[in-house]
């Protein structure tokens, strides 16, 4: 147990780590910038990073404490015993995002008015995991915002609770960028630099040590637009449903705000949830089954709990192969189980008895184990996936579908975007006046050190 915890906090610090990679790199970005939808996706960017850092501290904080209590034989606000089981973890997918637009007439039926544009982008919180979605330039010719990300949250607890918040850059607010080359150095060697790292690291650790709360980053010293929270909301297992639902959004600015964007208050989504008992199995071995009605010895064959079902196969390898089991038998939470005694005579069997109701039939099925030891084991793994269920409620009717996510966007399709990337960086040398040598910065300022720095920020994102 101690050697799983300290592979979990190493991973944690990998993580934290390399964030504040990022921050450098997107602090430098920033700085570099010399186009508004190049600063935008930099600013968002830094501000995805500086979110998961207060979240990975805050996480590595709470762990330090958990130690030391578990240490000195005390349990933050628990005076109890502790539970005797923990739900199964699960998988959180929420796709399908649209936000609702309320436009005034004149302005989107008559085309009236200054044509505002913002850029969003949602921020999704489930635990200490923070993602991002993409940003998308919203103005009146819109009736909503549509996210296309499919966002997966792999280790969720039935408690969890999913945090979204919509950021939003009103480019009518920003001044010109300071992009000129003559500046550039100077607001490159004013960003984060390494050493700000191990501050940044040492400052956690003391934080960890003496129980204070994780510092506040400091703001960077470079320009570049601003985005403002403009609205939130937090889900939970009340809202999985394996289909579209509407929620509330909390609204965090008014029409006299610059920041003000025409919300109509609520978000769309399609929120699933996947525990592992429904999708992966949770019990397996050699059973003999017999059902009312049937031959003493039932029929031997080898049994697969996974989700709701107890799958029969004749062999063992029919299950890998894709063949259909002999019969199922249904686990719900209106399943009965009964089990023999474990100290039972020298001789008979161990047994487990399955009852299911269909309509005012009783149908059940009795199961014979090989040793005490594996009616014990059956026993147990039943009883969890009862606990689950009760847990986990709605999500273990019947298996979501969870939508996999599609992969980052490789460097090379960013340049569509207008990638700040691919206007300094080539993954080749290029020879002087050879192909793609427009490609470049024209201004020497950027050093091959911030270059690279590009390269691997584009490349780990």
């Known amino acids: 147990m101690d050697r799983a915890r300290e592979g979990s906090d190493t991973e944690l610090q990998r993580k934290l780590d390399h964030e504040i990679r990022m921050r450098e790199g997107a602090c430098k970005l920033l700085a570099a910038c010399s186009q508004r939808e190049q600063a935008l996706e930099a600013t968002k960017s830094l501000l995805v990073c500086n979110s998961r850092i207060l979240s990975y501290m805050g996480e590595l904080q709470r762990r330090k404490e958990a130690q030391v209590l578990g240490k000195t034989g005390r349990r933050p606000s628990d005076t109890g015993p502790p ?14 995002l649209r936000i609702p637009l309320m436009w005034k007439d004149t302005e989107y039926f008559k085309n009236k008015g200054d044509l505002h544009r913002w850029a969003v982008f949602l921020l999704l919180q489930l635990g200490e995991e923070i993602q991002d979605t993409e940003m998308i330039l919203v103005d009146r010719t819109l009736t909503d915002i549509s996210f296309q990300n499919n966002v997966l949250f792999t280790e ?22 300071a992009g000129a080359p003559k500046r550039l150095a100077t607001k490159l060697s ?29 703001t960077p010293a470079v320009g570049g637009p601003r985005y403002h929270l403009l609205a939130h909301t937090t889900l939970t297992l009340a809202a999985v449903q394996d289909g579209f639902r509407t929620h509330d959004l909390t609204l965090a600015s008014h029409e006299e705000n610059p920041a003000w964007l025409p919300l109509y208050g609520s978000v769309c989504c399609r929120l699933a949830a996947q525990p592992l008992c429904m999708s992966q199995p949770t019990a397996s071995g050699t059973l003999r089954v017999q059902q009312a009605g049937e031959l003493r010895n039932g029929t031997q064959v080898h049994g697969i709990l996974k989700g709701t079902n107890l799958f029969c196969y004749r062999r063992p390898e029919d299950a890998d192969t894709g063949e259909e089991p002999l019969f199922t038998i249904v686990i719900n939470k209106d399943t009965r189980v009964r089990a023999g005694e474990l100290d039972q005579a020298p001789g008979r069997p161990f047994t487990l008895s399955i009852s299911n109701q269909y309509g005012d039939d009783e149908v059940t099925h009795t199961l ?35 939508e996999t996510p599609a992969p980052r966007k490789p460097p090379q399709a960013l340049a569509k975007q207008g990638s700040l990337y691919h206007e300094m ?9 050879g192909p793609g040598e427009g490609l470049l910065l024209q201004d020497n300022a950027i050093s091959a050190e911030i270059q690279a720095l590009l390269s691997s920020y584009y490349s780990d994102r």
């Open 156 to 177: 969720a607890g039935p408690d969890f609770e999913l945090r979204l918040e919509l950021y939003g850059a009103c480019l009518e607010e920003e001044g010109a960028l």
């Open 368 to 402: 014979q184990t090989e040793s005490r030891e594996a009616l014990q084991s059956w026993k147990e793994a039943l009883w969890q996936l009862f606990f689950d269920m009760s847990q986990w409620k709605q999500c273990c009717d019947e298996i979501m579908k969870i």
């Open 425 to 433: 960086v080539l993954s080749e040398p290029v020879a002087p006046g």
């Open 190 to 218: 004013s960003s984060l630099g390494r050493s700000s790292g191990r501050r940044v690291r040492a400052s956690m650790d003391s934080a960890g040590g003496s129980g204070s709360s994780p510092i506040l980053l400091p």
């Open 83 to 96: 539970s005797e089981r923990s739900p199964c973890r699960g998988r959180v997918c929420i796709s399908d």
